[in-house]
T-cell receptor, first 113, second 115 residues
Protein backbone atom coordinates (compact mmCIF):
# COMPACT_ATOMS: atom_id res chain seq x y z
CA UNK A 1 0.00 0.00 0.00
CA UNK A 2 0.92 3.69 -0.05
CA UNK A 3 3.06 4.95 2.81
CA UNK A 4 5.16 7.87 4.00
CA UNK A 5 8.35 7.65 6.05
CA UNK A 6 9.72 10.61 7.97
CA UNK A 7 12.86 11.05 9.98
CA UNK A 8 12.36 10.56 13.68
CA UNK A 9 12.58 13.53 15.96
CA UNK A 10 12.92 15.58 17.84
CA UNK A 11 15.04 17.80 15.66
CA UNK A 12 16.69 20.38 17.91
CA UNK A 13 18.16 23.52 16.35
CA UNK A 14 19.31 26.96 17.36
CA UNK A 15 17.60 30.00 15.91
CA UNK A 16 18.81 30.87 12.38
CA UNK A 17 20.07 27.33 11.70
CA UNK A 18 19.31 25.49 8.46
CA UNK A 19 16.51 22.93 8.64
CA UNK A 20 16.01 19.72 6.72
CA UNK A 21 13.32 17.19 7.57
CA UNK A 22 13.49 14.10 5.39
CA UNK A 23 10.43 12.49 3.86
CA UNK A 24 10.24 9.57 1.46
CA UNK A 25 7.20 7.86 0.10
CA UNK A 26 6.02 4.62 -1.44
CA UNK A 27 3.11 4.76 -3.82
CA UNK A 28 1.65 2.92 -6.78
CA UNK A 29 1.45 5.74 -9.28
CA UNK A 30 2.15 9.44 -8.92
CA UNK A 31 0.78 11.04 -5.78
CA UNK A 32 0.36 14.62 -4.68
CA UNK A 33 2.63 15.44 -1.74
CA UNK A 34 2.01 17.70 1.22
CA UNK A 35 3.63 19.09 4.33
CA UNK A 36 1.37 19.93 7.27
CA UNK A 37 2.38 21.70 10.46
CA UNK A 38 0.84 21.33 13.92
CA UNK A 39 1.60 24.05 16.43
CA UNK A 40 1.18 23.22 20.13
CA UNK A 41 -2.45 22.77 21.10
CA UNK A 42 -3.74 23.17 17.57
CA UNK A 43 -4.90 21.07 14.63
CA UNK A 44 -2.89 20.57 11.45
CA UNK A 45 -2.43 23.32 8.89
CA UNK A 46 -1.40 22.85 5.28
CA UNK A 47 2.11 24.29 4.90
CA UNK A 48 2.87 23.52 1.26
CA UNK A 49 2.14 21.05 -1.49
CA UNK A 50 3.36 19.74 -4.85
CA UNK A 51 1.25 17.84 -7.31
CA UNK A 52 3.75 16.52 -9.86
CA UNK A 53 7.40 15.62 -10.27
CA UNK A 54 9.91 18.50 -10.02
CA UNK A 55 7.30 20.87 -8.58
CA UNK A 56 8.53 22.97 -5.70
CA UNK A 57 6.10 23.92 -2.96
CA UNK A 58 6.94 26.94 -0.80
CA UNK A 59 5.38 28.92 2.02
CA UNK A 60 6.61 31.01 4.98
CA UNK A 61 10.25 30.40 4.00
CA UNK A 62 9.80 26.62 3.84
CA UNK A 63 10.41 24.72 0.60
CA UNK A 64 10.10 21.15 -0.62
CA UNK A 65 10.74 19.68 -4.07
CA UNK A 66 8.92 16.64 -5.43
CA UNK A 67 11.68 14.21 -6.52
CA UNK A 68 10.25 11.27 -8.39
CA UNK A 69 13.61 9.58 -8.94
CA UNK A 70 14.32 9.38 -5.20
CA UNK A 71 10.64 9.30 -4.12
CA UNK A 72 11.35 12.12 -1.72
CA UNK A 73 9.82 15.41 -0.58
CA UNK A 74 12.27 16.84 1.97
CA UNK A 75 11.28 19.97 3.86
CA UNK A 76 13.87 22.76 4.11
CA UNK A 77 14.17 26.23 5.58
CA UNK A 78 17.24 28.41 5.43
CA UNK A 79 16.91 30.08 8.82
CA UNK A 80 14.52 28.75 11.46
CA UNK A 81 12.86 30.83 14.16
CA UNK A 82 11.66 29.90 17.62
CA UNK A 83 8.10 30.28 16.30
CA UNK A 84 8.74 27.39 13.87
CA UNK A 85 8.76 24.94 16.78
CA UNK A 86 6.01 22.49 15.93
CA UNK A 87 5.34 18.99 14.63
CA UNK A 88 5.68 18.58 10.87
CA UNK A 89 3.81 15.89 8.95
CA UNK A 90 4.57 14.71 5.45
CA UNK A 91 1.59 13.26 3.56
CA UNK A 92 0.53 11.96 0.18
CA UNK A 93 -2.67 11.41 -1.68
CA UNK A 94 -3.26 9.67 -4.96
CA UNK A 95 -4.70 11.62 -7.87
CA UNK A 96 -7.21 9.01 -8.97
CA UNK A 97 -10.29 7.76 -7.24
CA UNK A 98 -11.18 9.09 -3.82
CA UNK A 99 -8.03 10.59 -2.43
CA UNK A 100 -7.38 10.01 1.22
CA UNK A 101 -4.36 11.56 2.83
CA UNK A 102 -1.75 9.12 4.11
CA UNK A 103 0.42 10.70 6.80
CA UNK A 104 3.89 10.05 8.09
CA UNK A 105 4.42 9.76 11.83
CA UNK A 106 5.44 13.40 12.23
CA UNK A 107 8.72 15.08 13.19
CA UNK A 108 8.91 17.42 16.15
CA UNK A 109 11.08 20.51 15.65
CA UNK A 110 12.39 22.39 18.66
CA UNK A 111 14.11 25.73 18.02
CA UNK A 112 15.94 27.43 20.87
CA UNK A 113 16.91 31.13 21.02
CA UNK B 1 -12.29 32.67 7.94
CA UNK B 2 -13.23 29.11 7.03
CA UNK B 3 -13.41 26.71 9.91
CA UNK B 4 -13.73 23.20 11.12
CA UNK B 5 -15.04 23.30 14.67
CA UNK B 6 -14.82 20.44 17.11
CA UNK B 7 -17.21 20.79 20.01
CA UNK B 8 -14.83 19.96 22.84
CA UNK B 9 -11.09 20.48 23.35
CA UNK B 10 -10.88 18.11 26.31
CA UNK B 11 -13.12 15.27 27.41
CA UNK B 12 -12.85 12.78 30.25
CA UNK B 13 -15.15 9.76 30.07
CA UNK B 14 -15.54 6.53 31.97
CA UNK B 15 -14.97 3.08 30.53
CA UNK B 16 -18.17 1.76 28.97
CA UNK B 17 -19.73 5.16 28.34
CA UNK B 18 -21.11 6.09 24.94
CA UNK B 19 -19.17 9.08 23.67
CA UNK B 20 -20.06 11.53 20.92
CA UNK B 21 -17.46 13.74 19.28
CA UNK B 22 -18.98 16.45 17.11
CA UNK B 23 -17.46 18.24 14.14
CA UNK B 24 -18.97 21.07 12.09
CA UNK B 25 -17.53 22.76 9.00
CA UNK B 26 -18.74 25.96 7.38
CA UNK B 27 -17.07 25.57 3.98
CA UNK B 28 -19.73 23.47 2.23
CA UNK B 29 -17.14 20.70 1.82
CA UNK B 30 -18.29 17.32 0.55
CA UNK B 31 -15.65 15.23 2.28
CA UNK B 32 -15.18 14.87 6.02
CA UNK B 33 -12.77 12.72 8.00
CA UNK B 34 -12.03 11.52 11.50
CA UNK B 35 -8.45 10.72 12.50
CA UNK B 36 -6.86 9.77 15.76
CA UNK B 37 -3.37 10.98 16.59
CA UNK B 38 -1.06 9.01 18.86
CA UNK B 39 2.64 9.56 19.62
CA UNK B 40 4.86 7.57 17.30
CA UNK B 41 1.92 6.49 15.13
CA UNK B 42 1.05 9.76 13.44
CA UNK B 43 -2.50 10.19 12.17
CA UNK B 44 -4.63 7.17 11.46
CA UNK B 45 -7.91 7.37 9.58
CA UNK B 46 -10.93 6.06 11.44
CA UNK B 47 -13.84 6.89 9.11
CA UNK B 48 -14.58 9.26 6.30
CA UNK B 49 -17.65 10.49 4.45
CA UNK B 50 -17.97 11.88 0.94
CA UNK B 51 -21.64 12.83 1.13
CA UNK B 52 -24.58 13.11 3.48
CA UNK B 53 -25.50 9.72 4.95
CA UNK B 54 -22.49 8.13 3.23
CA UNK B 55 -19.64 6.68 5.27
CA UNK B 56 -16.60 4.56 4.62
CA UNK B 57 -14.29 2.74 6.99
CA UNK B 58 -10.76 3.96 7.27
CA UNK B 59 -7.79 2.04 8.57
CA UNK B 60 -8.88 1.60 12.20
CA UNK B 61 -12.72 1.63 12.40
CA UNK B 62 -13.06 -0.98 15.14
CA UNK B 63 -14.87 0.37 18.19
CA UNK B 64 -16.13 3.45 16.37
CA UNK B 65 -19.09 4.49 14.28
CA UNK B 66 -20.03 7.75 12.55
CA UNK B 67 -23.05 9.74 11.56
CA UNK B 68 -23.50 12.35 8.85
CA UNK B 69 -27.11 13.50 8.72
CA UNK B 70 -26.24 16.98 7.43
CA UNK B 71 -23.51 18.07 5.08
CA UNK B 72 -21.83 20.32 7.60
CA UNK B 73 -21.78 17.91 10.55
CA UNK B 74 -19.85 14.67 11.03
CA UNK B 75 -20.06 12.88 14.35
CA UNK B 76 -17.77 10.20 15.71
CA UNK B 77 -19.33 7.75 18.17
CA UNK B 78 -17.56 5.50 20.61
CA UNK B 79 -20.24 2.94 21.43
CA UNK B 80 -18.54 1.73 24.62
CA UNK B 81 -15.43 3.70 25.44
CA UNK B 82 -12.30 1.82 26.44
CA UNK B 83 -8.98 3.02 27.82
CA UNK B 84 -7.18 2.21 24.55
CA UNK B 85 -9.33 4.87 22.89
CA UNK B 86 -7.63 7.57 24.93
CA UNK B 87 -6.19 9.76 22.19
CA UNK B 88 -6.31 13.04 20.30
CA UNK B 89 -9.13 13.02 17.75
CA UNK B 90 -8.91 15.27 14.72
CA UNK B 91 -11.70 16.10 12.31
CA UNK B 92 -10.99 17.39 8.80
CA UNK B 93 -12.86 18.37 5.68
CA UNK B 94 -11.94 18.83 2.04
CA UNK B 95 -13.72 20.12 -1.05
CA UNK B 96 -14.60 18.40 -4.31
CA UNK B 97 -15.18 14.68 -4.15
CA UNK B 98 -12.19 12.77 -5.45
CA UNK B 99 -9.85 15.74 -5.65
CA UNK B 100 -7.59 16.63 -2.80
CA UNK B 101 -5.01 18.95 -4.26
CA UNK B 102 -6.52 21.72 -2.15
CA UNK B 103 -5.55 19.89 1.02
CA UNK B 104 -7.59 19.25 4.12
CA UNK B 105 -8.79 21.78 6.69
CA UNK B 106 -8.43 20.44 10.23
CA UNK B 107 -10.19 21.23 13.47
CA UNK B 108 -8.22 21.94 16.64
CA UNK B 109 -8.72 18.45 17.98
CA UNK B 110 -10.44 16.82 20.95
CA UNK B 111 -8.21 15.22 23.54
CA UNK B 112 -10.22 12.32 24.96
CA UNK B 113 -9.21 10.53 28.13
CA UNK B 114 -11.05 7.34 29.07
CA UNK B 115 -10.63 6.35 32.71
Amino acid sequence: GNSVTQMEGPVTLSEEAFLTINCTYTATGYPSLFWYVQYPGEGLQLLLKATKADDKGSNKGFEATYRKETTSFHLEKGSVQVSDSAVYFCALSMNTGFQKLVFGTGTRLLVSP
Amino acid sequence: DVKVTQSSRYLVKRTGEKVFLECVQDMDHENMFWYRQDPGLGLRLIYFSYDVKMKEKGDIPEGYSVSREKKERFSLILESASTNQTSMYLCASSPIPGQDTYGYTFGSGTRLTVV
